[in-house]
Antibody
Framework: QVLLQESGPGLVKPSQTLSLTCTVS??????????WSWIRQPAGKGLYWIGR???????SYNPSLRSRATISLDTSKNQFSLKLTSVTASDTAVYYC?????????????WGQGILVTVSS | QSVLTQPPSVSGAPGQRVTISCTGS?????????VHWYQQLPGTAPKLLIY???NRPSGVPDRFSGSKSGTSASLVITGLQAEDEADYYC????????????FGGGTKLTVL
């Protein structure tokens, strides 16, 4: 059974850096035809892709967040992380980590449960 | 404003058939990129319903089907059940200035 679990602060002050970690169990983030994404969802709104990382460490970001987002891998801990700098209230959302499966043509077959991050002073 | 356009809401009575559309452009669906569909029940993470336009992961009932044509895709649910009431999202890839994974704005399905 593959499980993804987000962790990190639930409250971040404006202008600070949001840092989240996704711990993966039941699968290795450094093998297979998978890649790993962060996706967010503001309350009552739709899904918004932030960026992804491949097991090689290669990354790709949503152009609107590219200047503020960094996704990295820690293969020793089977984790991947998101850092989002200079946050504002508009960054308040539920953040999901997710696994894309190449055998599913890139569809996300596993999601974390999501973590609510509120940006407020 | 989402790159992929979905109707905000659809509804149907139990047993009926409903269709949810997902309209894109030549920069995404029309370029041949696959479309995936997700179901999101209230308070939960999305669940993969259809991948690569028309394929169902194991465990997804065959009441759910998908198709793609040109710059659009559709999700069809037949034999509507109360537990199908949820939000549905399409996803594809965009190669324009919005380059990357893109989602539709979501469609709220109400079972009457």
């Amino acid at each position: 059974q593959v499980l993804l679990q987000e962790s990190g602060p639930g409250l971040v002050k404006p202008s600070q850096t949001l840092s989240l970690t996704c711990t993966v169990s039941g699968a290795s983030i450094s093998s297979g035809s998978f890649w790993w994404s962060w996706i967010r969802q503001p309350a009552g709104k739709g899904l918004y892709w932030i960026g992804r990382i491949y097991m090689t460490g290669s990354t790709s970001y949503n152009p609107s967040l590219r200047s503020r987002a960094t996704i990295s891998l820690d293969t020793s801990k089977n984790q991947f992380s998101l850092k989002l700098t200079s946050v504002t209230a508009s960054d308040t959302a539920v953040y999901y980590c997710a696994r894309h499966d190449g055998d599913y043509s890139g569809g996300v077959d596993y999601w974390g449960q999501g973590i609510l991050v509120t940006v407020s002073s | 404003q989402s790159v992929l356009t979905q109707p905000p809401s659809v509804s149907g009575a139990p047993g009926q058939r409903v269709t949810i559309s997902c309209t894109g452009s030549s920069a995404n669906i029309g370029s041949g990129y696959d479309v995936h569909w997700y179901q999101q029940l209230p308070g939960t993470a999305p669940k993969l319903l259809i991948y690569a336009n028309s394929n169902r992961p194991s465990g997804v009932p065959d009441r759910f089907s998908g198709s793609k044509s040109g710059t659009s895709a559709s999700l069809v649910i037949t034999g509507l059940q109360a537990e199908d009431e949820a939000d549905y999202y399409c996803q594809s890839y965009d190669n324009s200035l919005s380059a990357g994974e893109v989602f539709g704005g979501g469609t709220k399905l109400t079972v009457l």
